[in-house]
């Protein structure tokens, strides 16, 4: 196979929102020359989001309005036999069409933009990452560069090897959506926190506009294992029947299926190296509780643009100059996303009368509790409210205590 090399400032590995929201940001404040290498043959065929989101994501990024699917003043949870509408504005977005918005407003300002092109690993010389190498129909291909990002999501390509992050010790969990036409009678966003529809996870059903909604299933795999029953069927069983069960939607065609994966730690993971950054999944930037992965990934790809273009500027990649970035995340993100972690711990390892207690619990809180949910800063005492404890939890506490270091 022949060997095609290209040179840049920068190459970011992986063109979903966290990479090309870095590669946004940089050539959006900078000269500096910066290709994205996407693996699938198109940015929208990246499709393994619902799209769900909130005001950070859609007017701290200006995503425009042709993204948005729908937006809505209310979430709803449920328990197996419990319901509170909470006061939370969001959004569902098109998350094929935010892909092309983020790639084409990079490519704008001088990205360039390399689909088809899956990397495999890094080039490390004397100790600092300077390309990557990877393949592009059929043949191999090198991109050499002073700063590399990592931006492959929960497969961290580039992390994995590095030894930056150890996703086997992470936990995992699947969830798949459809996105289908027919009739939905909420405006809410819902999520279910039920057993008999989403063994040790949520279900969800999210409004799209113009006859068009999300219904979806995930689950955390250690607690799936624990609630599912003995002769359980595969997770589209459990989306087909959740599509199915309520007299408030009625399904008539599913137009798109989208799946993936969460590997998912407290976040506090390594997130530099000399020569490299790391943003997005591929150092389990999710949130521990509900999941979401657009927000924190494009908010750790704004630290570290910010932090990169400094480096470039001084000459200076090291591990020493860009850990400002991981300080910095550690600092806004740490000990919440510990919090958050151990909340989903207890969460989805909850029996139904808890679920239940739970939603209620949810319902009682406050509008600055409300907003600090929806911000993930959920404080000590906030989960505490919300939280409905029974003696036989205290089993729990060596598995919850490992959390906070």
Same mark, same amino acid.
């Given at each position: ?7 840049? $400032?920068? %190459? =970011?590995?992986?063109? @979903? +929102? &966290? /990479?090309?929201?870095?590669? #946004? ?120 560069? $002073?700063? %590399? =990002?990592?931006?492959? @999501? +929960? &497969? /961290?390509?580039?992390?994995? #090897? ?130 979401? /992965? ?112």
């Amino acid at each position: 196979m022949s060997v095609e090399m290209e040179s840049y $400032d920068i %190459v =970011v590995a992986g063109g @979903g +929102p &966290a /990479g090309l929201q870095f590669a #946004r940001s940089v050539v959006g404040r900078s000269d500096y020359s910066v290709a994205v290498l996407e693996a699938n043959d198109e940015l929208a065929d990246n499709d393994k989001s619902t799209g769900g989101t909130f005001h950070q994501v859609v007017e701290g990024f200006g995503v425009p309005d042709e993204v948005v699917m729908s937006e809505s003043a209310t979430v709803q949870f449920e328990g197996p036999s419990a319901r509170v509408t909470l006061d939370i504005p969001n959004y569902v977005l098109d998350f094929p069409a935010l892909l092309e918005f983020l790639g084409a407003d990079a490519a704008a300002d001088g990205a360039d933009i390399h689909t088809g092109v899956r990397v495999r690993e890094p080039i490390v010389e004397g100790g600092t990452v300077v390309g990557v190498r990877g393949t592009r129909d059929g043949e191999s291909v090198t991109y050499r560069a $002073d700063l %590399v =990002v990592d931006a492959t @999501g +929960p &497969a /961290g390509t580039l992390t994995t #090897r590095l030894h930056m992050w150890d996703r086997e010790a992470a936990q995992r969990g699947i969830g798949k959506e459809y996105e289908v036409t027919g009739r939905y009678d909420l405006s809410s966003m819902l999520f279910r926190f039920d057993h008999e529809y989403a063994p040790g996870g949520y279900a969800w059903v999210f409004p799209g506009g113009d006859d068009v909604f999300k219904v979806g299933v995930c689950w955390i795999d250690d607690f799936y294992a624990r609630h599912s029953p003995p002769d359980d069927g595969a997770i589209d069983d459990y989306v087909e029947r959740w599509a199915r069960s309520d007299p408030r939607w009625e399904v008539d065609d599913v137009r798109a299926v989208h799946a993936g994966q969460a590997i998912s730690d407290n976040s506090i993971n390594r997130r530099a190296t000399d020569g490299l950054v790391a943003v997005g999944d591929s150092v389990s930037s999710i949130n521990p509780l509900f999941g979401e /992965g657009i927000r924190s990934g494009m908010e750790s790809a704004e630290m570290a643009a910010e932090v990169a273009t400094r480096a470039l500027t001084a000459g200076d990649v090291s591990r020493s100059f860009l850990s400002a970035y991981e300080r910095r995340w550690n600092r806004e993100k740490g000990s919440n996303w510990k919090r958050q972690r151990i909340a989903g711990e207890l969460l989805y390892d909850f029996d139904a009368a808890q679920q239940n207690r739970f939603v209620a619990n949810s319902g009682r809180l406050s509008d600055a509790q409300l907003d600090r949910l929806q911000r993930y800063e959920l404080t000590l005492p906030d989960l505490l409210s919300l939280y409905p404890f029974r003696l036989d939890d205290v089993r729990k506490a060596p598995t919850l205590l490992r959390h906070l270091w």
